[in-house]
């Protein structure tokens, strides 16, 4: 088997890996309940989708075409950066829609529970 072929089928199995994973991550995102579980999907397997497809398009520039190309390694950058700040917003922003000071739990602390304000008697228990 030439040594091409063994590189394109290593390619294709990144590839199709990270298929799966950007499927399983767009189920997901559809099929949760709710928000805070709707999270994880596009957080987690959808990154790792996109991570495989960009891994791929690496090894393709490197053993196949030759070069290094350092825009896939750009956009992997930004795509680790931003999408758990992200989640982090879209999980604040849930969180102060829809829970109460009484449904969180205690923070064990001197502050209230993220940025939500609690009572002080709450506090103490």
Known sequence: MEL?????????????V????????????????????RLHAPTKATTLGVGGVLIASVLHSILIEGHVSL???LITLFL???????????????????ETAEDLPSPGGDHGWATLQCDPKDMAE
């Open 80 to 98: 680790l950066l931003t999408a758990p700040i992200t989640a982090h917003f879209i999980a604040k922003a849930h969180i102060h829609r829809h």
């Open 4 to 16: 091409v072929t063994v590189y394109e089928i290593l390619i294709v199995l990144f590839l199709i």
């Open 71 to 73: 825009n896939e390694l």
């Open 18 to 37: 990270s298929g799966v994973f950007g499927i399983v991550g767009s189920f997901g995102l559809i099929k949760l309940n709710n928000p805070m579980s």
